[in-house]
């Protein structure tokens, strides 16, 4: 079986980074091999990408900077780190990817989605996720989880108006690509959410050893 690259999106708070350790070892119990990675992120140069972006700043960051650093950091990252891991058979596990640009920069800041197409047709060619794990929660309660965490990155500085539109962003390109998008109800008690994570993964192991 060729390496297949599995995404993890979803809104504030949602609970992707305690699912990720969850989803990590559904794969060593099929002894997948695998990497996990995240974006904006996953190389030396995108990490310093990432921290630029994320650090909360006076000067006003301006939509289409914001979505070119984007996909700065996603080059280096699929040249870098998921091409090469796909292409040798290993599994790649990454928390966030392009749908976190059509949601947030696209949906969430009103860019153009045809424009944030062209960038991803020019940076990914052909490549998109295999499966792709959409954790959904109401933008309240997602809130509500996240503020008992560290002081906010300029994001997570956003009124609660910009995640409704993040969070709508998400389950419409859940509607547009039916093929890969599993839509996870992540307000469940975790256990319940964790039991639907593993369904999508045996469905989707199961899809790809038949
Ligand atoms: N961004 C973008 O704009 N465009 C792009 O193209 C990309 C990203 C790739 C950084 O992402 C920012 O980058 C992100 C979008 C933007 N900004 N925002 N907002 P990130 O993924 O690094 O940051 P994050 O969204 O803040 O995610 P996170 O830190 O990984 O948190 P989380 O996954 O949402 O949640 P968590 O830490 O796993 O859980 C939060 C709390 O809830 C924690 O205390 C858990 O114990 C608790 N929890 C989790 N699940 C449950 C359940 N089921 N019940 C009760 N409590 C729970």
Known sequence: MHGKFITIEGTEGVG??????FIQAWLNSHQLDFIATREPGGTPLAEQ???LLLMPRDEKVC???????????????????????????????CDRFTDATYAY??????????????LEQLVQADLRPDLTLILDIPVEIGLKRASQRSTPDRFEREQTEFFERVRQGYLSIATGSPERCVVIDASQPLEDVQRDI???LNDFLAQELR
Request: glycine residues 12%.
């Open 63 to 93: 939509p289409s900077a914001e979505l070119l650093l984007m996909f700065a950091g996603r080059a280096q990252h699929l040249d870098q780190v998921i091409l090469p891991a796909v292409q040798s058979g290993r599994w790649v596990l």
């Open 105 to 118: 920069q696209g949906y969430g800041r009103g860019m153009d989605n045809g424009l944030i197409a062209q």
């Open 198 to 200: 593993t369904g999508a």
């Open 16 to 21: 992707k980074t305690t699912n990720i350790e």
């Open 49 to 51: 990408i990432r921290e």
